[in-house]
């Protein structure tokens, strides 16, 4: 999917300003990561490209189209091709790993026959090969959070909005989840990640084969951080 973003505004009803008349591009099947601190908007700016929070003002297009124009309906159907990634997204405490990630595909449309091996495939490069018929109360605070990854990802959504994915986790995960976000931008994926860790910055540099985009989120404004790497 492509993003575009013209004069984009955002004040909350405490009356803080979280955008600032900002710009933000991002062409399809591209590679975006918003550096900022804690509490700087960021899980704002991605809830707004999900359709979670209107901006105040300004233009937001997907697609060259207006996702706060479309019905419910249109909505529903544009929301098939999102992968989102929130801090505040839960498991499902009654169902196992891989019902877990199921439920995903089925919600998306994306079931169908292999689906087995692939949720198996998807948790064993991901490091949890095994724990498929866990339930999330047996697993640690980062392999749920994985999970919760993994299931945003298993369906190959056209836009992936991840909301701080590292936090909670260690540098081998952190390694083995960017790893997975790469190989998915590979496939066509549109990625914007967020991110209050700038050490994942110098570590991103060493690692990443595509060009990504870099943007900082500072006081309302979106900059950016650095042309591209490559």
Request: no cysteine.
């Amino acid at each position: 999917m492509r993003i575009q973003a013209f004069h984009l505004t955002k004040i909350h009803p405490s009356g803080v300003k979280v955008l600032d008349d900002a710009y933000f591009s991002a062409p399809e099947g591209s590679f975006t990561v918003v550096l900022g601190d804690s509490r700087a908007g960021k899980s704002t700016i991605l809830k707004i490209l999900g359709g979670e929070e209107k901006p105040t003002s300004g233009v937001l297009k997907i697609d060259h189209k207006d996702i706060y124009a479309f019905s419910e309906k249109e909505k529903r159907q544009w929301l098939q091709g999102v992968g989102m990634i929130f801090p505040d997204l839960k498991l499902f405490p009654d169902k196992t790993v891989e019902e877990n990630i199921h439920f995903v595909l089925r919600a998306k449309g994306a079931s169908g026959e292999g689906e087995k091996e692939a949720i198996a495939k998807l948790l064993s490069n991901a490091g949890l090969a095994g724990k498929a018929s866990s339930q999330p109360v047996g697993l640690s605070s980062g392999e749920q959070r994985m999970v919760l990854a993994l299931r945003a990802m298993i369906f190959r959504p056209r836009l992936l909005l991840a909301d701080d994915p590292f936090q909670g986790l260690d540098d081998k995960s952190t390694s083995i989840l960017f790893h997975l976000f790469r190989e998915l931008n590979r496939t066509g994926s549109t990625i914007v990640l967020s991110t209050q860790q700038m050490s994942f910055l110098s570590a991103a540099k060493e690692k990443l084969s595509p060009s990504i985009q870099w943007i900082k989120l500072d006081e309302g404004k979106l900059e950016p951080l650095e042309e591209s790497v490559s």
